[in-house]
């Protein structure tokens, strides 16, 4: 997949790990995603979530990229294809750069990502948030994703599934 596709707005490339020290700056500023989902944002947390595959699952099917206006990284995404299904995308992390949110940015990636994965043959998207965030919840359903019925368990938190049809 070409993930210069991904959007017409934005550049998207891999996140390396000479980009980590931004990727950990980015999300540092996001306080109240770790305080649903502990445990804080680590730079050996981005490089473990860099090559976390689910079940089944090889490094070509994982797209860990930024979203960059310019040169400033505005987003990052953990996109992995052919999960949990072969015609549906998951999408394992998504976080905006705090500057960047509430003004429709967030939404507009998650919008041309829907139209460009639909162009791969991609039928849905799927994810999950942590069950009490509300500002997950509502940017999740603001985005056209509902629950599918599924939960799971972690130590720490519960994760209520959803996906989008496209």
Not at 4 to 11: D, E, Q, V
Not at 33 to 46: D, E, K, L, R, W
Not at 133 to 146: C, L, R, V
Request: glycine share 8%.
């Amino acid at each position: 997949m070409n993930i210069s596709l991904l959007s017409n707005k934005y550049n998207v490339k891999r996140i390396e790990t000479s980009d980590i020290e931004i990727v950990y700056e980015l999300c540092c500023n996001n306080s109240l995603y770790y305080q649903y989902c502990p445990p804080f944002v680590s730079t050996q947390s981005i490089m473990d979530d860099m090559s976390a595959l689910p079940p089944n699952k090889t490094l070509k099917d994982k797209y860990y990229v930024g979203y960059y206006e310019g040169n400033k990284l505005i987003a990052v995404m953990d996109l992995i294809m052919g999960y949990p299904e072969e015609s549906v995308a998951f999408i394992g992390f998504f976080m905006t750069d705090i500057y960047v949110q509430n003004k429709g940015i967030g939404s507009s990636i998650i919008e041309e990502l829907c139209a460009a994965l639909s162009q791969f043959g991609v039928s849905g998207i799927r994810l999950g948030w942590v069950r009490g965030n509300p500002q997950a919840e509502y940017f999740w359903h603001k985005n056209g994703f509902t629950e599918t019925g599924a939960t799971y368990e972690t130590d720490n938190y519960t994760v209520v599934v959803a996906q989008r049809s496209l």
